[in-house]
């Protein structure tokens, strides 16, 4: 089955910095959301992107489909921008719908 | 814009009794819903995927005998967790996909204790 994997596993940055997250899946796919999860919340889709680039503030969001594998950038981070990342490489047709999680990079980030 | 209401947010049940959470599709004509659950351990499990004109399918280790699921419109979905125990606890996410794309839309989960 689909393969999701996140780097890193956790990161912790001084407010300010910038952070690199990464997301590798083993079968291409057709569609890659970013969700980011405060601790016990909800998922706030925070990129719907399933090729190229895309930006939204400080987050910039690029995607290679054929390449298997995603990125998502923050930029001179934020005490609020602490809590989890998670990338779902997603399926059509019949699979439409079908999300499959990576475990997620939390994020902290310090004063 | 599209929105996902999930209720109850929270809910507590006895060990082997049921409960019934509910997902509404708003501002959007879902074209698929599908049920998760995130377990304490944070990790998400596809418990079943229900795409317009075909049947609900369940994933392994989920049956429609443990987690029936209604769906009799493309904006309003509910599903049961009959006899729920211990490792039934988790956040339960009810995600929907519109026609334009294949972007999920959720909502805010169903936070499930089995006491």
């Known amino acids: 089955g689909q393969q999701v994997q996140q780097s890193p596993t956790s990161l912790v940055l001084q407010e300010g910095e910038n952070a690199e997250l990464q997301c590798n899946f083993s079968t291409s796919l057709n569609s890659m959301q970013w969700f980011y999860q405060r601790p016990g919340g909800s998922l706030i889709s925070v990129f719907y992107?399933?090729?190229g680039t895309k930006q939204s503030g400080r987050l910039t969001s690029t995607t290679v489909i054929k390449e298997r594998r995603s990125s998502l950038h923050i930029s001179s981070s934020q005490i609020t921008d602490s809590g989890t990342y998670l990338c779902?490489?997603?399926?059509?047709?019949?699979?439409?719908?079908?999300?499959?999680f990576g475990a997620g990079t939390q994020l902290i980030v310090i004063p | 814009g599209a929105l996902v209401y999930q209720y109850p947010r929270r809910t507590i049940c006895k060990s082997g009794t049921s409960m019934r959470m509910e997902c509404q599709a708003v501002?959007?004509?879902?074209?698929?819903v599908a049920w998760y659950r995130q377990s304490p351990q944070k990790t998400f499990e596809l418990i079943a995927l229900?795409?317009?004109?075909?049947?609900?399918?369940?994933e392994q280790n989920f049956t429609q005998e443990k987690f029936p699921i209604s769906h009799p419109n493309l904006s309003f979905s509910s599903m049961t967790v009959l006899n729920a125990y211990l490792e039934d606890r988790g956040l339960y996410l009810c995600?929907?996909?519109?026609?334009?794309?294949?972007?999920?839309?959720f909502g805010k989960g169903t936070r499930l204790t089995v006491v």
């Open positions: 229900s795409t317009v004109n075909s049947a609900i399918k369940y």
């Open positions: 501002g959007f004509q879902a074209t698929s």
């Open positions: 779902a490489p997603g399926g059509r047709g019949s699979a439409l719908g079908r999300l499959h």
């Open positions: 995600g929907a996909t519109g026609q334009a794309n294949t972007e999920v839309f």
């Open positions: 992107n399933p090729s």
